[in-house]
């Protein structure tokens, strides 16, 4: 797990180095996740990387009836992750990574639930990993790490102690991080 959250994190330095102008013009966060997948597929190669990505072959990534988590399209069946590192055809899915800008008013919930749903080891399009990663204008501001349907405390300390070593978690006015 930690190789890929490292190479997220390397793409997330991408990201930040050559993407100023997006973040400090406040663009949407469907223009930040298709930027930030760039930089995600040159850190996974072997790997096809996605946005928005509902499918498995042919068959649409659908929750298991009664589900708790709010889904993305108007017949609440189906579930988009914002970016994803699988293989298309076969059900070989490695990463999910829901994107939020800090300033994002809509309830974290939403992302969390969505991620343990993705991770879920009983559904039949399960990633290995899902990743909540909140971006702030000048760095992340809070990450959490999901496997088997749940956060996973210990790779979410680790992520996030990854990030702030590597110069990515974001400050606040007071210098104080976040």
């Not at 298709?34 to 649409?60: I, K, P």
């Not at 293989?87 to 939403?110: C, F, G, S, T, W």
């Not at 969505?114 to 992340?140: E, N």
Request: charge should be negative; proline fraction near 3%; aromatic fraction near 8%.
């Amino acid at each position: 797990m930690q190789t890929e959250l490292n190479k997220l994190i390397a793409a997330l330095q991408e990201f930040y180095a050559q993407e100023k102008f997006l973040l400090e013009r406040d663009l949407g966060e469907r223009t930040l996740t298709h930027r930030l997948a760039v930089y995600v597929e040159r850190q996974f190669s072997g790997w096809q990387v996605d946005c928005n990505y509902d499918r498995l072959g042919e068959r649409t990534l659908r929750l298991p009836h009664g589900s708790i988590v709010s889904t993305d399209d108007h017949l609440g069946k189906s579930i988009y992750p914002d970016i994803v590192v699988h293989q298309r055809d076969i059900p070989n899915n490695l990463l999910a990574v829901e994107l939020r800008k800090d300033n994002n008013h809509q309830p974290v919930e939403h992302d969390q639930h969505k991620l343990r749903a993705l991770t879920d080891p009983h559904v039949w399009f399960a990633y290995a990993i899902g990743v909540l990663v909140t971006l702030g204008t000048s760095g992340v501001g809070v990450s959490e790490v999901y496997a088997g349907g749940m956060i996973e405390r210990a790779a979410s300390i680790w992520f996030a102690e990854r990030l702030r070593v590597s110069g990515l978690t974001e400050t606040r006015g007071d210098g104080a991080q976040h």
